[in-house]
């Protein structure tokens, strides 16, 4: 594999790995909180078509990133309430969030366009173009550094960078604020935040809003920038595989981003490779596809060890009278 080879596949992986970066963030936020989320996929799903629909509609994709927000958020209020305020099983309630999604999508969708489902192809200022940083074209010459920073740098959209900033902003927002402090508390021992006069239920929700935010931005990045429109099943199980990584990361956000990138990796590499000739003996590209799959399962069964998550998570919280 040559150099520039190499930049590609690289390039790639950050492609792919920024939903999954937003949407593992979005889980460490819930289930630092201590609300466990499953519905991390249907909020994205959710938000990558109301996107897509109105950046088509409105011809601006900030409006549709702005849509797709909104519904990951009300998505995301229907979790609150039920796992919060209802103290109804937290895992139900995503999962329930993942089939509304579903078939809402597409019902939605046929409803508004009659194309099957999806939505029309998005042109112009309805997609999100690559930012090309300055000095690029004039390094891209330079032997080695040029290239990395013109193919791999530079040449993505703005939600790329965003994400990618929001690693270091959750550690430091989760490890250095007052905050951050509380809402780690809330995951571990409500009662002692309660104790302490900290509304529990105030910090959940404020918890699975931001989830919902992050999720937002990962759906609308799969529909307006990876891609150009909304399809069926278009987050193809990324939300799990976000929830994969987080455990793989331990709920840490440094470490989530590894994760993410690793997992972006095995998906490029899925993409480029396919059809592979080992002698005689052709790889189907089935097994290629389901390759990031496959290896997400088998380095969580081999590799992660013991990863103890946040002790209230899951638990509704009952205040004592």
């Known amino acids: 594999m040559d150099y520039?080879?190499?930049?590609?596949?690289l390039d790639s992986t950050v492609r792919l790995a920024t939903p999954l970066l937003l949407a593992c963030l979005a889980g460490l936020y819930s289930e630092r909180a201590g609300i466990f989320d499953i519905g991390l996929e249907g909020k994205m799903l959710a938000a990558a078509f109301f996107s897509a629909a109105f950046a088509y509609t409105t011809g601006s994709v900030w409006i549709g990133l702005l849509a797709g927000i909104a519904a990951s958020l009300i998505l995301s209020a229907v979790h609150g309430l039920a796992s919060i305020t209802f103290r109804g099983n937290q895992l139900i309630s995503g999962v329930a969030i993942n089939f509304l999604a579903a078939g809402m999508t597409v019902l939605v969708a046929q409803n508004w366009f009659k194309q099957g489902g999806r939505t029309p192809s998005l042109i112009g200022g309805a997609r999100f173009e690559p930012i090309t940083l300055?000095?690029?074209?004039?390094?891209?010459d330079v032997p080695v550094l040029g290239p990395l920073y013109y193919e791999l740098i530079s040449g993505?959209?703005?939600l790329v960078y965003i994400a990618f900033a929001l690693v270091p902003l959750t550690w430091w927002v989760l490890f250095r604020t007052r905050f951050g402090l509380r809402l780690r508390a809330v995951g571990e021992n409500p009662a002692a935040v309660d104790t302490a006069g900290v509304s529990v239920i105030?910090?959940?929700?404020?918890?699975?809003?931001?989830?919902?935010?992050?999720?937002?931005?990962?759906?609308?990045?799969l529909a307006t920038a990876l891609q150009a429109g909304f399809v069926?099943?278009?987050t193809a199980g990324r939300g799990f595989?976000?929830?994969a990584a987080l455990i793989f990361a331990k709920w840490r956000p440094w470490h989530a981003l590894g994760a993410c990138l690793l997992f972006g990796l095995l998906q490029a590499i899925a993409l480029r490779y396919q059809n592979i000739d080992l002698g005689g003996i052709v790889i189907p590209v089935q097994v290629m596809d389901a390759l990031p799959y496959i290896l997400t399962v088998v380095i969580l069964a081999g590799f992660v060890?013991?990863?103890i998550p946040p002790r209230a998570g899951g638990e509704p919280y009952v205040k004592e009278r």
Do not use: N
């Open 4 to 9: 520039m080879t190499l930049l590609q596949l």
């Open 134 to 140: 300055p000095f690029a074209e004039a390094l891209k």
């Open 156 to 158: 993505h959209s703005i």
């Open 202 to 221: 105030g910090l959940r929700f404020a918890a699975v809003a931001i989830c919902g935010v992050l999720c937002g931005i990962a759906g609308a990045y």
């Open 232 to 234: 069926k099943d278009m």
């Open 241 to 243: 595989i976000a929830l």
């Open 305 to 307: 060890g013991k990863a």
